[in-house]
T-cell receptor
Framework: GEDVEQSLFLSVREGDSSVINCTYTDSSSTYLYWYKQEPGAGLQLLTYIFSNMDMKQDQRLTVLLNKKDKHLSLRIADTQTGDSAIYFCAESMTGGGADGLTFGKGTHLIIQP | DAGVTQSPTHLIKTRGQQVTLRCSPISGHKSVSWYQQVLGQGPQFIFQYYEKEERGRGNFPDRFSARQFPNYSSELNVNALLLGDSALYLC????????????FGPGTRLTVT
């Protein structure tokens, strides 16, 4: 079945860039997402990218997709303490339709002062 | 505008009991999906409903059921609760069946003792 993998922890200094990586196994994934979850909260949609794109930029966020290697990354520029959270990578064939979203286990982003 | 709302916030049940969780989607959204997030894991897809019909189902037992009402709100029911059903239950809404932007509510924390 489909699988999405992420490293569990990433520690960066405040002001540096954070790069969170994700790999997926389903080659028919059409939509790839990044969600953010703060303690005790639901998931916040950060950004998404279609499989026919290589890159998407949205303010401090840059998403890179290497479809050949099934690798997705999220770069957060000028990381701030408010960016401390769990970041989930997710994929879907139908854009969250009948197959739902398949999530990774999440990457805990830790910000050092 | 109000986001996705869920009730109750927290719930404690005993093994073997039944529970009903409620979700109201963002105004104008017609699709509701349910996810289970066990501590330390990413969310897992349970159901998707669109126009009051089940359109997708994840790998969950028949103890899990749901429905969607004419106003697009939804209920998730879980019968014969097991300890392993303890989790954060998340509801997500989207405009249509596969409109690729899913917005999550804050979740209901269910504890089964």
């Amino acid at each position: 079945g489909e699988d999405v993998e992420q490293s569990l922890f990433l520690s960066v200094r405040e002001g540096d860039s954070s790069v969170i990586n994700c790999t997926y196994t389903d080659s028919s994934s059409t939509y790839l997402y990044w969600y953010k979850q703060e303690p005790g909260a639901g998931l916040q949609l950060l950004t998404y990218i279609f499989s026919n794109m290589d890159m998407k930029q949205d303010q401090r966020l840059t998403v890179l997709l290497n479809k050949k290697d099934k690798h997705l990354s999220l770069r957060i520029a000028d990381t701030q303490t408010g960016d401390s959270a769990i970041y989930f990578c997710a994929e879907s064939m139908t854009g969250g339709g009948a197959d739902g979203l398949t999530f990774g286990k999440g990457t805990h982003l830790i910000i050092q002062p | 505008d109000a986001g996705v709302t869920q009730s109750p916030t927290h719930l404690i049940k005993t093994r073997g009991q039944q529970v009903t969780l409620r979700c109201s989607p963002i105004s104008g959204h017609k699709s509701v999906s349910w996810y289970q997030q066990v501590l330390g894991q990413g969310p897992q897809f349970i159901f998707q409903y669109y126009e009051k019909e089940e359109r997708g189902r994840g790998n969950f037992p028949d103890r899990f059921s749901a429905r969607q009402f004419p106003n697009y709100s939804s209920e998730l029911n879980v019968n014969a609760l097991l300890l392993g059903d303890s989790a954060l239950y998340l509801c997500a809404s989207s405009l249509a069946l596969a409109s690729y932007e899913q917005y999550f509510g804050p979740g209901t924390r269910l504890t089964v003792t």
